[in-house]
T-cell receptor, first 114, second 112 residues
Framework: DSGVTQTPKHLITATGQRVTLRCSPRSGDLSVYWYQQSLDQGLQFLIQYYNGEERAKGNILERFSAQQFPDLHSELNLSSLELGDSALYFC?????????????FGPGTRLTVT | AQSVAQPEDQVNVAEGNPLTVKCTYS??????LFWYVQYPNRGLQFLLK??????LVKGSYGFEAEFNKSQTSFHLKKPSALVSDSALYFCAVKAAGNKLTFGGGTRVLVKP
């Protein structure tokens, strides 16, 4: 158990809908990262937050947004969902935003868009 | 741009034999290198990292990796594989200020 929690575990929704994925980092970790894992794209970095502020952006679509709250939990919002958004979404956390720190991953949320 | 290559989609090895999972990288500047393992329906678990210092890094579950700067490689090794090592392994690289970039993953199958 990494100490990173994600809810829900599974999510099935229809195209055009909006969903929110939730992540709680390990106790004391200030950085939160979001990743998308799909068969065709592999593991893709979406976005990073550090202590409530956006730190880095990856291949995140404009339909997607995220935020980190004062208690350090984070939410990833996916809107106008398309079939291609079906994937595993992982949250990870690290002690700081420092490059040398390893990230600890949550169990993921499996999103299925029908 | 930084990149990671894991040239083998799958590695098959008999239990008790040595296991090697290959990784090469491309990055500007000094690399920070990581190995993660993913078991079915689970998140990625951190195995080990190279930041600086000794080229041979030891990690969890008996795994180790060797950093080779001239060959830009960071191969993962285990002297004696277990059936329970069967999983998906990811190599990742990060340069200062950049995002973590993952390789495509290598599936390891250890047969009894």
């Amino acid at each position: 158990d990494s100490g990173v929690t994600q809810t829900p575990k599974h999510l099935i929704t229809a195209t055009g809908q909006r969903v929110t994925l939730r992540c709680s980092p390990r106790s004391g970790d200030l950085s939160v990262y979001w990743y998308q894992q799909s068969l065709d794209q592999g593991l893709q970095f979406l976005i990073q937050y550090y202590n409530g502020e956006e730190r880095a952006k990856g291949n995140i679509l404009e339909r997607f947004s995220a935020q980190q709250f004062p208690d350090l939990h984070s939410e990833l919002n996916l809107s106008s969902l398309e079939l291609g958004d079906s994937a595993l979404y992982f949250c990870a956390s690290s002690a700081s935003g420092t490059d040398s720190y390893e990230q600890y991953f949550g169990p993921g949320t499996r999103l299925t868009v029908t | 741009a930084q990149s990671v290559a894991q040239p083998e989609d799958q590695v098959n090895v008999a239990e008790g034999n040595p296991l090697t999972v290959k990784c090469t990288y491309s990055v500007s500047g000094n690399p920070y290198l990581f190995w993660y393992v993913q078991y079915p329906n689970r998140g990625l678990q951190f195995l080990l990292k190279y930041i600086t210092g000794d080229n041979l890094v030891k990690g969890s579950y008996g795994f180790e990796a060797e950093f080779n700067k001239s060959q830009t490689s960071f191969h993962l090794k285990k002297p004696s594989a277990l059936v329970s090592d069967s999983a998906l392994y990811f190599c990742a690289v990060k340069a200062a200020g950049n995002k973590l970039t993952f390789g495509g993953g290598t599936r390891v199958l250890v047969k009894p």
